[in-house]
């Protein structure tokens, strides 16, 4: 068997060092060629991430951010690694480690001793180039047998992570095109939202350019009251929240948070991918969900009747927790009436946390403060 070599840049990968302590209590040792030296420095431990090294080898990674835990299995044995525990659970037995996992910048950091002892790897570390040698010694379990079952099964306990932090933030930028076929005539909407959440209150803004004109709308819920920004006079008034929802889903293809905001019966229609991918100079798992006519049919509605061809997809990002990151969305539509008509979108959300307090115009926070300033009985 071709043995594979995975090499970590020091450069590239923070690496955490403990000196001192655990050279001096004898859990770390220097040997060359069998015999233990100690010179003027003492030997170094060093970190690296699990999820680069044990895929790379072919090795299945799952991250649970309910427990903090990874999960490794390669058809022989099952590993479980605890943030913060200096043990791992080989299949259910703890084996104790050199050092407690490191959640470091969204990544599982694990000693370079538990990938020699655990993952069937030799590791060499050379000091001068600075670059950390990774060999497996035995065969593992090929990315390729993980079932497309098991693939949609994982991708989809993504999606049912998304936005499951209480408080962030979320900003939309959206382009929604309509054309003839020969382009002699078309319009173009932009749609920048802005929505903010923080346990059961929220506030959504957005502004709408069309024809070169901006239109104002947004919705909040304060307390217990909703509130809606009336587009024609830009005033926020008091609703509630059935219109409030039912104005959210009449008005999916104009509204890219609730665009995404997908039924049981969508994701059932859409092919489903899991991947991992770059973000920001970190490694993403990314979700993409796809589709066809039908879906784009039922969206576009009888803005387009006699749809030929339609497709969508999404692509949701995830970091190492499982919170989304952003979502990607495009869209393409094309009737079969003369001449045909083209519609086209485009979009992204940002997520980020937010512990802030939600920015509520004075007019909804006046009504809920002046109520609370009222005195009461006794």
Request: proline share 6%; charged share 20%.
């Amino acid at each position: 068997m071709v043995k594979m070599k995975v090499v970590c840049m020091i450069g590239v990968v923070t690496l955490f060092l403990l000196v001192g302590d655990l050279a001096k209590a004898g859990t770390v040792r220097l040997l060359v060629e069998g015999k233990e030296v100690w010179g003027d420095v003492p030997p170094i431990v060093v970190l690296i991430p699990v999820r680069d090294v044990a895929e790379a080898m072919g090795i299945a990674v799952v991250w649970d951010p309910g427990t903090n835990s990874v999960t490794l299995e390669d058809g022989e044995r099952q590993i479980v690694l605890v943030v913060g525990q200096a043990e791992a659970l080989v299949d259910g037995k703890p084996e104790p480690l050199d050092l407690p996992i490191v959640m470091h910048r969204g990544r599982t950091m694990v000693p370079l001793s538990f990938v020699s002892e655990h993952l069937g790897a030799d590791v060499t570390w050379d000091p001068a180039s600075g670059d950390v040698h990774v060999t497996p010694v035995k065969s593992t379990l090929p990315p390729e047998s993980i079932s497309p079952e098991e693939t949609r099964k994982r991708a989809l306990a993504l999606l049912s992570q998304t936005n499951v932090q209480d408080r962030f933030k979320a900003e939309a930028h959206y382009s929604l095109r309509m054309s003839l076929g020969d382009d002699s005539l078309s319009m173009t909407r932009t749609v920048n939202q802005v929505l903010y959440t923080s346990g059961t209150e929220m506030l959504r803004q957005t502004t709408t350019r069309l024809f070169g004109e901006d239109l104002l709308s947004g919705t909040a819920i304060r307390g217990e009251t909703v509130w809606r920004l009336n587009p024609s006079s830009a005033v926020w008034e008091q609703g509630n929240y059935e219109s409030h929802h039912d104005w959210l889903i009449h008005q999916r293809l104009d509204n890219p948070l609730a665009l995404v905001e997908l039924t049981e019966e969508e994701l059932s229609m859409a092919t489903v991918t899991l991947s991992e991918e770059i973000n920001s100079g970190e490694v993403s798992q990314v979700v993409t969900l796809s589709w066809g006519l039908p879906m784009v049919a039922e969206l576009v509605g009888d803005q387009m009747a006699e749809l030929v061809e339609g497709r969508m997809s999404m692509r949701f990002w995830f970091d190492e927790a499982g919170l989304t990151q952003r979502i990607d969305i495009e869209l393409f539509a094309l009737d079969q009436v003369e001449p045909a008509n083209v519609m086209e979108a485009t979009g992204q959300i940002l997520f980020t946390p937010w512990n802030e307090p939600i920015p509520f115009p004075d007019e909804i926070l006046q009504p809920v403060d002046s109520e609370s300033d009222q005195p009461q009985d006794q």
